[in-house]
């Protein structure tokens, strides 16, 4: 009976040490059960032309600009707090801004990326904040969302929130030309959880299309994908018919701008990156539409922690069986 005692006093002891304090494990004491982020800077973005040189949004044709946020949520056993999708057009107002934050108890977000600390608490929370449009090479576009969950005691929580910037222009050559395409990146994603069993994901995806007004029947034109350029960090990259065609080429391709971190288990994962990107096309006469995609999402999600209290009273418990027992032999 010694030994089964022995064994409840050390359940006891294990159970207080990994719940003592609300979902702490190793990360960073009193840190949310779960966090995720991500952030992607664009600046210094050009379209640059062989023949006449900078191309700006006075050489633009059909130009359309949106930066939606997607009903960030954050929940705590299902009570939902959700911001309203928001549409904003950069382009006739440059200094317009993007934010969105949906909280549940005594959300916080963080003052600054991937740093500090929250007290204890049972919170869950998201954000979205994008700030220009991607194509004026003086003002970044920042596109940053967050989602983040603390549990103390018996519950569930779950927080996500997405964004995308999508931009779309025409133009029409009237000769062949060849295009530059460059601008610099700067990248953040973390995906943390101190405990295991749900989940922590941060997700960015960049990409630009090129397609061709062409007559496919006669009578009938469609834009065709000419160039499809997706950076993964590597210039083998597939760049579509252009690239078969023999008429673009990547110039720089430093890391991935499409790329997941996320855990299911107790970890802490960042993923960063800085530098410059650029393509080249070689596009004959016509009519040319240029799509750009600017995509950010996390999300976070906790389940229900054993309160500290009832732990202790488990191990009591358990103890007390082993007392008992001892006194029937």
Same mark, same amino acid.
């Given at each position: 009976? +010694?030994?089964?005692?022995?064994?409840?006093?050390? !359940?006891?002891?294990?159970?207080?040490?990994?719940? $003592?304090?609300?979902?702490?494990?190793? =990360?960073?004491?009193? $840190?949310?059960?779960?966090?995720?982020?991500?952030?992607?800077?664009?600046? %210094?973005?050009?379209?640059?032309?062989? /023949?006449? &040189?900078? =191309?700006?949004?006075?050489?633009?044709?059909?130009?359309?600009?949106?930066?939606? $946020?997607?009903?960030?949520?954050?929940?705590?056993?299902?009570?939902?707090?959700?911001?309203?999708?928001?549409?904003?057009?950069?382009?006739?107002?440059?200094?317009?801004?993007?934010?969105?934050?949906? *909280? !549940? &108890?005594?959300?916080?977000?963080?003052?600054?990326?991937?740093? #500090?600390?929250?007290?204890?608490?049972? @919170?869950?929370?998201? *954000?979205?904040?994008?700030?220009?449009?991607?194509?004026?090479?003086?003002?970044?576009?920042?596109?940053?969302?967050?989602?983040?969950?603390? /549990?103390?005691?018996?519950?569930?929580?779950?927080?996500?929130?997405?964004?995308?910037?999508?931009?779309? @222009?025409?133009?029409?050559?009237?000769?062949?030309?060849?295009?530059? !395409?460059?601008?610099?990146?700067?990248?953040?994603? +973390?995906?943390?959880?101190?405990?295991?069993?749900?989940?922590?994901? *941060?997700?960015? %995806?960049? #990409?630009?299309?090129?397609?061709?007004?062409?007559?496919?029947?006669? $009578?009938? @034109?469609?834009?065709?994908?000419?160039?499809?350029? %997706?950076?993964? #960090?590597?210039?083998? &990259?597939?760049?579509?018919?252009?690239?078969?065609?023999?008429?673009?080429?990547?110039?720089?391709?430093?890391?991935?701008?499409?790329?997941?971190? #996320?855990?299911?288990? /107790?970890?802490?994962?960042? %993923?960063?990156?800085?530098?410059?990107?650029?393509?080249?096309? +070689?596009?004959?006469?016509?009519?040319? +539409?240029?799509? /750009?995609?600017?995509?950010? @999402? !996390?999300?976070?999600?906790?389940?229900?922690?054993?309160?500290?209290?009832?732990?202790?009273?488990?191990?009591?418990?358990?103890?007390?069986?082993?007392?008992?027992?001892?006194?029937?032999?």
């Amino acid at each position: 009976m +010694r030994k089964l005692n022995t064994i409840a006093a050390a !359940v006891s002891t294990a159970f207080l040490a990994g719940y $003592g304090l609300p979902a702490q494990a190793d =990360i960073v004491a009193f $840190g949310p059960a779960a966090y995720a982020e991500s952030e992607l800077i664009v600046s %210094n973005f050009r379209l640059k032309s062989a /023949i006449t &040189g900078d =191309i700006t949004a006075a050489n633009f044709t059909n130009l359309k600009t949106d930066v939606r $946020g997607q009903s960030p949520t954050a929940s705590i056993n299902n009570v939902v707090a959700a911001g309203l999708p928001s549409s904003i057009d950069p382009i006739t107002n440059p200094g317009a801004s993007f934010d969105v934050t949906a *909280s !549940v &108890g005594a959300y916080t977000p963080y003052v600054s990326y991937g740093v #500090g600390t929250l007290g204890a608490g049972t @919170f869950a929370g998201s *954000s979205v904040n994008h700030i220009g449009s991607g194509l004026d090479p003086l003002n970044p576009t920042l596109a940053q969302t967050q989602a983040q969950v603390n /549990i103390n005691g018996i519950a569930k929580g779950g927080a996500n929130s997405a964004q995308t910037l999508t931009t779309e @222009f025409t133009l029409t050559l009237l000769q062949e030309d060849t295009f530059n !395409v460059t601008f610099t990146a700067d990248l953040f994603q +973390r995906a943390a959880l101190a405990q295991p069993g749900v989940a922590a994901n *941060s997700v960015v %995806n960049w #990409g630009l299309k090129v397609e061709k007004n062409i007559e496919v029947a006669p $009578g009938f @034109f469609a834009f065709v994908p000419v160039l499809e350029w %997706n950076p993964n #960090g590597g210039l083998a &990259g597939s760049l579509g018919l252009c690239s078969v065609a023999g008429t673009c080429s990547e110039l720089d391709d430093p890391f991935s701008l499409n790329s997941q971190v #996320g855990t299911l288990n /107790i970890a802490d994962t960042v %993923n960063t990156g800085s530098g410059d990107f650029g393509v080249q096309a +070689r596009l004959d006469a016509g009519d040319y +539409r240029f799509s /750009i995609g600017h995509t950010t @999402f !996390v999300n976070a999600e906790s389940t229900d922690l054993p309160e500290p209290v009832s732990l202790a009273l488990l191990g009591i418990g358990l103890a007390g069986l082993g007392l008992t027992r001892r006194r029937k032999a």
